[in-house]
């Protein structure tokens, strides 16, 4: 058997409130029974007067909470949209100052390491050594600061996408709780 559920639209809402306009009837039977004990059976009937409710409250009522629910889903659409857009920018900036600093960083390595062999061989002063170890340290910081944007520019964009960290769906086999006992 297949079912076919249809999406909830303004129209099929409209449908619901006008159904709604049309009275219920209710008929069953009533037993009852009271202080001298006597029971009473018999036929109930119960149906609300149409004339005094016409549903046209309920149906305008349903309708501007469609419309207002349309609205809300549009604007919240929008701010994730932009939200994913903003991270994948900011991502790719991060990226690219990653890919900028490594580049710097490369090259500073060889010098630093030519100033060592340099310095071994006594053809380089410790000023000099130090002054290239100094621009390699700084170069190292900046390259970790760029990886720590980048780090937090892919948690921006998982967050944004909805999805969790892998960091934090990993469970910490290290960590367990200790128990103690109490005389």
């Known amino acids: 058997m297949v079912v076919k559920v249809e999406p909830i639209t303004a129209p099929l809402i409209s449908r619901l409130a006008r159904a709604d306009r049309i009275p219920i009837p209710s008929v069953g039977p009533v037993y009852e029974k009271d202080e001298s004990n006597v ?26 909470e469609y419309h207002r629910d349309a609205v809300s889903l549009d604007q919240t659409k929008q701010k994730v949209i932009v939200q994913v857009k903003t991270a994948l920018i900011r991502c790719n900036e991060a990226r690219r100052l990653l890919d900028k600093t490594n580049a710097i960083t490369g090259p500073l390595q060889e010098q630093a390491a030519r100033m060592d062999r340099l310095y071994e061989a006594g053809q380089s002063d410790l000023v000099k050594l130090f002054q290239v170890r100094q621009r390699l340290i ?24 909805g999805a969790t960290p892998l960091v934090v769906a990993v469970p910490n086999p290290s960590y367990e709780p200790v128990m103690t006992e109490r005389s």
């Open 138 to 161: 700084e170069a190292e910081n900046t390259r970790l600061d760029a990886v720590w944007q980048m780090i937090q520019a892919y948690a921006d964009l998982l967050s944004a996408l």
């Open 39 to 64: 029971s009473f059976y018999g036929l109930g009937l119960s149906s609300p007067i149409p004339i005094l409710n016409t549903g046209t409250p309920l149906l305008r009522q349903r309708e501007s």
